[in-house]
């Protein structure tokens, strides 16, 4: 049974950082892709970034880039969100999910860490 389990969200400051992570166990993930999405109060959920374990490609929603850093360590079967210069609206629950790399749609979903920006 596929699990995500993420973790290291809490209260910052703005322009501060965190790491979130997402530990991924149940099967092998070498031909997953892995994402991160958040959602606001009152707001759809939106991409923020994610990764592809087999080519290491990696893409990020406009707003994050060059703030967010996703990586992924192999042998921990765990990807991270490396979250830098934070807004107060970047205030989300974040998720990780997992689709087969053929897909389109995310079919696992962790069940989300909260991250809250104070200005």
């Known amino acids: 049974q596929v699990q995500l389990v993420e973790s290291g969200g809490g209260l910052v400051q703005a322009g501060g950082s965190l790491r979130l992570s997402c530990a991924a166990s149940?099967?092998?993930?070498?031909?997953?892709?892995m994402g991160w999405f958040r959602q606001a109060p009152g707001k759809d959920r939106e991409f923020v970034g994610g990764?592809?374990?087999?080519?290491?490609?990696?893409n990020y929603a406009d707003s994050v880039k060059g703030r967010f850093t996703v990586s992924t360590d192999n042998a921990k079967n765990t990807v991270y969100l490396q979250m830098n210069s934070l807004k107060p609206e970047d205030t989300a629950v974040y998720y990780c999910?997992?689709?087969?790399?053929?897909?389109?749609?995310?079919?696992?979903w962790g069940q989300g860490t909260r991250v809250t920006v104070s200005s």
């Open positions: 999910a997992a689709r087969w790399k053929s897909n389109t749609k995310y079919n696992y």
């Open positions: 149940g099967r092998t993930f070498s031909e997953y892709v």
């Open positions: 990764i592809s374990w087999s080519t290491g490609y990696i």
